[in-house]
């Protein structure tokens, strides 16, 4: 992914560092900071972490149920705990 500091860049937006995007729900889903270092993030509708990226290629995906307590985790090293939602059939 490429960091959105180079797109503001490309698009000649000016822009300071860190730069930190939130939802609706003041949850960030982006933070990067001036030495290239980025986050991104993905929620849920109840504020729960479901998708987190870095810029060293690192990532964890987390499903939940109804009640927001997770139910699967796997990240990038491959690490796996709990069952995914496509083997509940």
Excluded: H, V
């Amino acid at each position: 992914m490429k960091p959105l500091s180079e797109i503001y860049k490309e698009l000649g937006i000016g822009f300071t560092f860190p730069i930190e995007i939130t939802d609706s729900n003041c949850n960030q889903t982006y933070f990067e900071a001036s030495d290239g270092y980025w986050d991104r993030y993905e929620w849920d509708g109840t504020g729960n972490a479901t998708y987190r990226q870095d810029s060293g290629g690192n990532w964890e995906r987390y499903e939940r149920d109804a009640n927001g307590d997770e139910t699967y985790y796997e990240n990038s090293e491959g690490y796996k705990r709990g069952t995914p939602k496509s083997t509940n059939q």
